[in-house]
């Protein structure tokens, strides 16, 4: 297991070797009661957006999952928003064969269906009204000093 503490968000924390099933993340943190009212979590590779998962609280307060090539956005899948301003969270992304699997807090959020080569992922991204206390990636064999990790 790999970890990295308190990154400052905005980030794009890099992933050195390929997404494979089996392949875990958890992201621990708190949802912030700030300006944009909203915050992502996102799967990069290169132009991009392999996984978008972004919490929403103002008007609607859903999740919305989506991918993006080049900035030209697909399909939105839409599920209820578990969260609250000023919560804690635990979001797990489980990487299946045709799927990611995300939980909330233990509680079960959504398959999302690849639509890019989870291969083909390059960095985890953070952004939005959340302070992330810690993300830890299991499954990896991430080499000594490829990566940042902060005690």
């Known amino acids: 297991m790999h970890n990295v503490y ?3 968000v ?11 099933p089996g392949c875990k993340i958890d992201i621990h943190g708190k949802v ?11 799967l990069l590779s290169g132009p991009h957006i ?4 972004n919490f929403r609280f103002h008007h609607e307060h859903e999740v919305v999952m989506n991918s993006a090539s080049h900035g ?6 839409r599920h209820s928003n578990p969260l609250r ?8 992304i489980h990487a299946h064969n045709d799927y990611y699997e995300i939980e909330v807090n233990g509680q079960h959020l959504a398959h999302y269906q690849h639509r890019f080569p989870m291969a083909s992922v390059q960095a985890l991204g953070l952004k939005g009204d959340v302070t992330i206390e810690k993300v830890d990636f299991h499954g990896f064999d991430f080499g000594v000093g490829q990566f940042q990790n902060s005690p």
């Open 32 to 42: 912030n009661h700030g300006h944009h009212k909203d915050f992502s979590v996102e």
């Open 10 to 20: 905005p980030t794009a924390i890099p992933i050195y070797e390929p997404l494979r």
């Open 6 to 8: 308190a990154p400052v």
């Open 85 to 92: 301003h000023d919560d804690h969270f635990h979001i797990h």
């Open 72 to 77: 030209s956005w697909g399909t939105e899948v």
């Open 50 to 53: 392999v996984l978008h998962v």
